[in-house]
């Protein structure tokens, strides 16, 4: 039977004031909204006890599976508002799907993905006041699904747990939309073949943290991994897919390989591409061609993109010994596909692909 995540009885709220102080300068996932969602999952009962709570915190005991094996995975979507005061979900079913392939990879149970989409709608209902209505700010909605047992035995958790949680964000990185520089991480990898590199779980983020770092000291905002296997493939960002511009206007991402995150807005930029004069290109991109490319110019135009970054341009690729920079003034696509992207979210165009999902 499906989860229900009905309102609760006697819901608590903090004050406007404090939502329009979190507003002026939310900056990313640093706040959250009045209320949760939650529900569980046992071996015995399946899913049970869908609810929508007061934000609080989580108790669990030190013996819980998660603090030891990491069996955890999680999601990210948006809330917009949009100039009528409407709340708009994007791609939720998206999001859904890509859970349930997460949970698959990582042995959880899988949520169906008509209770993913109910607990996210339902929070961004009741904490829709939540949601700001300032320039490229929305409610970043975030799922996650946790082993719950308390056992130290190395298989699938018997319980687990499932919660969302909301934060008002505005630009992922601290200097906005403004191009970043990325450093080109050899050394250390992601993800292996027949690892976890297409599930979104904490673990392949947290394998990042230590090149991410060394990205920081380089003056660098992210981390790019080539293929473990051969270190000759581009692959991903720490958070983020890539995307290159061609000079003969194809727009290049690295092929799904079972190594990269299928990301929902790297789905959506391929989708609207020949929309902006594109040609959609997804296949296999070595470290050499880009390297190369950008130094012959057959490469014009490199970005970031996710549900936390929207899309960020890139200004240069950094590594020990070389660097090879973009010339960001003469870049013709990225800002348009960007906004192509946002005036849907934003519904300022007509939303041709039944990607919107209005809330309240
Ligand atoms: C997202 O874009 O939603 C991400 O998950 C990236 C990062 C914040 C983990």
Redesign the pocket.
């Known amino acids: 039977m499906a989860l229900s995540f009905d309102f609760p009885d006697n819901p608590s709220f903090l004050g406007d004031d404090v939502i329009e102080g979190v507003w002026a300068d939310p900056g990313?996932?640093q706040y959250f909204t009045d209320h949760m969602a939650v529900a569980k999952w046992s071996l015995e009962e399946g899913w049970h006890g869908g609810r929508l709570t007061d934000y609080a915190q989580v108790s669990m005991e030190p013996a819980s599976a998660v603090y030891h094996y990491a069996q955890e995975i999680?999601?990210?979507?948006k809330a917009y508002r949009h100039s009528d005061g409407s709340v708009w979900l994007f791609r939720p079913e998206a999001n859904a799907k890509r859970f349930e392939n997460s949970a698959r990879r990582l042995a959880l149970p899988v949520l169906p993905a008509e209770d993913f989409v109910t607990s996210v709608r339902q929070l961004a209902a009741l904490d829709a006041r939540w949601v700001p209505g300032g320039a490229e700010q929305s409610l970043?909605l975030r799922p996650f699904m946790m082993a719950a047992e308390n056992f130290l035995g190395v298989r699938p958790a018997q319980s687990v747990l499932y919660a969302v949680i909301a934060s008002p964000v505005g630009s992922?990185f601290s200097g906005g939309v403004a191009p970043v520089d990325i450093w080109l991480s050899t050394q250390y990898s992601r993800v292996a073949p027949g690892g976890t590199g297409s599930a979104?779980c904490g673990g392949n983020?947290a394998a990042s943290l230590l090149p991410q770092e060394l990205a920081y000291q380089q003056g660098c905002s992210q981390v790019l991994f080539v293929d473990a296997a051969e270190k000759r493939w581009i692959e991903e960002l720490g958070?983020?897919n890539l995307f290159m511009i061609t000079a003969d206007d194809e727009l290049v991402t690295p092929e799904l390989n079972g190594n990269i995150l299928p990301?929902v807005?790297r789905d959506s930029l391929l989708t609207v591409a020949p929309e902006l004069g594109l040609k959609p290109v997804e296949r296999q991109v070595s470290l050499e061609e880009v390297t190369s490319g950008i130094t012959s110019g057959a490469i014009r135009e490199l970005f970031a993109c996710?549900?936390?970054?929207v899309i960020t341009p890139i200004r240069s690729l950094k590594s020990p010994d070389a660097e090879y920079v973009i010339d960001v003034d003469k870049a013709t696509h990225t800002i348009p596909l960007c906004n192509h992207l946002l005036d849907i979210q934003y519904g300022r165009i007509a939303d041709t692909h039944g990607w919107m999902q209005q809330v309240v």
């Open positions: 990313f996932g999680f999601e990210g979507l970043y992922y979104k983020y958070g983020m990301g807005t996710g549900t936390a970054a």
